[in-house]
């Protein structure tokens, strides 16, 4: 099955620097790659996502990248804030439908 | 106000007891699903269920059961064969159709005392 794998676990930045997580997955197959951000004691939401035949993708501060030949996908947050602070997890999908496999997630703090 | 709701939020139990968390949702979605999230080991995936009257083993599926009778409704049950249970579970939901993006409830904190 798929299996993937987050770095780093955590990450501490100061306020206004960027914060870049990378995320590497098994399963050629999958096609689908979310971003998932849990802010403490809240659910996860989606906050980004990717597909297989897009290389990069933009949201305001938030872009993902992929990397399909080498099986890695990354979240970059610019010009980060306190409100950036919270749990993040990547993810893929290996199959049509929507059952995900979750990487172990990172803990980003943003200092002031 | 449309969304998942989880029940109960904290719970306690004695071992060698079965407890059952509620998952419900008015989002007319067809999939729901069971995670656990313990620290540093992400969302592992318990159970799922794409239609009704049908569900499939996730990763971790050993001492949990579920049931799935109504579109909105995908109870778990944490029997007592459940070696490690203390944790936090979280319940989400997802169209079929589309990218497939979960709905997550607030979760339900375990203890096993």
Do not use: C, F, M, Y
């Given at each position: 099955g798929e299996n993937v794998e987050q770095h780093p676990s955590t990450l501490s930045v100061q306020e206004g620097d960027s914060a870049v997580i990378k995320c590497t997955y098994s399963d050629s197959a999958s096609n689908y790659f979310p971003w998932y951000k849990q802010e403490l004691g809240?659910?996860?939401?989606?906050?980004?996502?990717?597909?297989?035949?897009?290389?990069?993708?933009?949201?305001?501060?938030?872009?993902?990248?992929?990397n399909k030949t080498a099986k890695h996908f990354s979240l970059?947050?610019?010009?980060?804030?306190p409100e950036d602070s919270a749990v993040y997890f990547c993810a893929a999908r290996p199959d049509s439908w929507g059952k995900l496999q979750f990487g172990a997630g990172t803990q980003v703090v943003v200092t002031p | 106000?449309?969304?998942?709701?989880?029940s109960p939020k904290y719970l306690f139990r004695k071992e060698g007891q079965n407890v059952t968390l509620s998952c419900e949702q008015n989002l007319n979605h067809d999939a729901m699903y069971w995670y656990r999230q313990d620290p540093g080991q992400g969302l592992r995936l318990i159970y799922y269920s794409q239609i009704v009257n049908d569900f499939q083993k996730g990763d971790i599926a050993e001492g949990y059961s579920v049931s799935r009778e109504k579109k909105e409704s995908f109870p778990l049950t944490v029997t007592s064969a459940q070696k490690n249970p203390t944790a936090f579970y979280l319940c989400a939901s997802s169209e079929q159709k589309n990218t497939g993006e979960l709905f997550f409830g607030e979760g339900s904190r375990l203890t096993v005392l």
């Open positions: 809240k659910r996860p939401q989606l906050i980004i996502d990717i597909r297989s035949n897009v290389g990069e993708k933009k949201d305001q501060r938030i872009a993902v990248t992929l970059h947050i610019t010009e980060t804030q | 106000d449309g969304g998942i709701t989880q």
